[in-house]
């Protein structure tokens, strides 16, 4: 053998040693934890947003679920027709709908502008306004925290991005009291402003300020005083969630750092575990189910299904598939139903067996963000740019029933659904709502 060839089988022999060593040191890295999650119980199917009512962000429970029946269910025969629109002003807030009206909120010249709107003719019942800038930063600007309806009290709490939590009358619109996480709960607003909707919880508001002993703290409903705070944990940009069915009152709490269990009544912290993302973004709900938790995030981190064991939270898989920025996943019958995308992956929607994190069928969407919600057995997606499709809620394979292009423009809020009517807002401003009465 030459000395050119020897040269070139070491070289040759080199070259193969790193890539063996690039595709070990890849398949590790996205391999992730695995495990099977024990989800047999599912979740009582009470846990559904009422006919007629929307009353925070995915819904009366936070999980995308109505119990809506009386809609058309099949748009290839008949498309939804175009009920009304209106230009509430800049934001990606959801709109909570209650008793006929619906109550959203925009940014029109750095005011903010909470709206009453009437739900059958879009016409406004009453507005309130207060100063707030737009703070474009990375997408339009505006609020991103979607109003909550108090049906006991008669209120509509609303929270600005810049922190400053306000109760206004249902019927009037008159505010009844003002509360702001940093100068009064002394919190730390995130980068891209305050986001997280407040949690009505039993007699408590909670809310997520994120300050030093007060990241999170529950405030009075009727007049907004502080009854306890809790934790360090600067804030993220998901709002907080309550564990259905649990009889000692817990929620879950998905912020900067990971994800916490804090039992409502007494103001306890029970668990926390890190969930480390590029910029500590954590932004989508968390997602309860029969003593499991599964929560997901973009920029590459995924998601990852956790076991509540005596109040601990326990990591059972990983799936890296689920990158999901700020879109949340919905959960039917054992199977979760998502629109996978962030900044650099295009939008798909999936469905993932939840016991174990296996992606099952995806389905490509315009964009690269987009929502999901669920009534009788149907899924209604909301694509990034504005598009709807209707599809069979199955874990076997995606089957249309039809689309439309709703709204133009960039779409960031999940849609709304009340009274057979669907309610999609876009960034710039827009608001349509669409009949999907039979």
Not at 90 to 107: E, Q, T
Request: charged share 20%; with cysteine.
């Amino acid at each position: 053998m030459s000395f050119s060839d020897s040269k070139s089988s070491v070289l040759r022999g080199l070259f193969l040693l790193i890539i063996l060593q690039l595709v070990i040191h890849t398949g590790c890295k996205d391999k992730g934890k695995s495990g099977t999650a024990d989800i047999s119980n599912y979740p009582s199917d009470e846990y559904v947003s009422d006919v007629g009512e929307w009353l925070g962000p995915l819904g009366n429970f936070r999980n995308g679920r109505s119990a809506e029946t009386n809609w058309n269910q099949n748009w290839l025969d008949k498309e939804p027709q175009l009920l009304w629109r209106h230009e509430l002003g800049i934001g990606a807030a959801g709109v909570a709908c209650y008793n006929g009206m619906v109550y959203c909120v925009g940014n029109k010249n750095n005011k903010e502008i909470v709206q009453c709107l009437n739900s059958s003719t879009g016409k406004v019942v009453w507005d309130y306004s207060y100063p707030c800038s737009i703070d474009k930063r990375m997408f339009e600007g505006g609020s991103t925290s979607t109003p909550v309806v108090d049906k006991l009290r008669g209120k509509l709490y609303v929270l600005s991005h810049e922190g400053e939590l306000r109760s206004l009358e249902l019927k009037t619109g008159k505010e009844i009291w003002k509360v702001s996480y940093v100068e009064t709960l002394k919190g730390n607003r995130p980068t891209y402003g305050y986001s997280s909707s407040p949690l009505l919880f039993n007699d408590v508001l909670i809310t997520v300020p994120g300050g030093n002993g007060s990241s999170v703290t529950a405030l009075d409903p009727s007049s907004g005083k502080t009854k306890w705070s809790v934790g360090n944990d600067k804030p993220g940009y998901s709002s907080p969630v309550q564990i259905n069915g649990n009889n000692n009152g817990s929620v879950m709490v998905f912020n900067s750092y990971g994800l916490s269990l804090i039992n409502a009544k007494e103001g306890q912290l029970l668990s926390r575990v890190r969930w480390e993302t590029e910029y500590n973004i954590n932004a989508s709900l968390p997602l309860h189910i029969s003593g499991h938790v599964f929560i997901c995030s973009g920029y590459g981190k995924g998601g990852g299904m956790f076991n509540i064991n005596n109040d601990k939270l326990d990591l059972i898989y990983e799936s890296k598939q689920t990158v999901c920025q700020f879109q949340s996943p919905i959960e039917l019958e054992g199977f979760a139903y998502m629109v996978i995308g962030d900044n650099s992956t295009r939008a798909k929607l999936a469905c993932m067996r939840l016991d174990n994190g296996s992606i099952l069928w995806t389905e490509p969407l315009s964009g690269n963000r987009g929502s999901v919600i669920t009534a009788d057995g149907k899924l209604i997606v909301v694509s990034e740019r504005g598009e709807v499709v209707l599809c069979k809620a199955s874990n076997e394979a995606f089957n249309e029933y039809g689309r439309f292009q709703a709204v133009g423009g960039r779409c960031w809020a999940p849609p709304s659904f009340a009274d057979s009517r669907l309610y999609i807002r876009n960034n710039s401003g827009r608001l349509v709502c669409y009949d999907l009465e039979k």
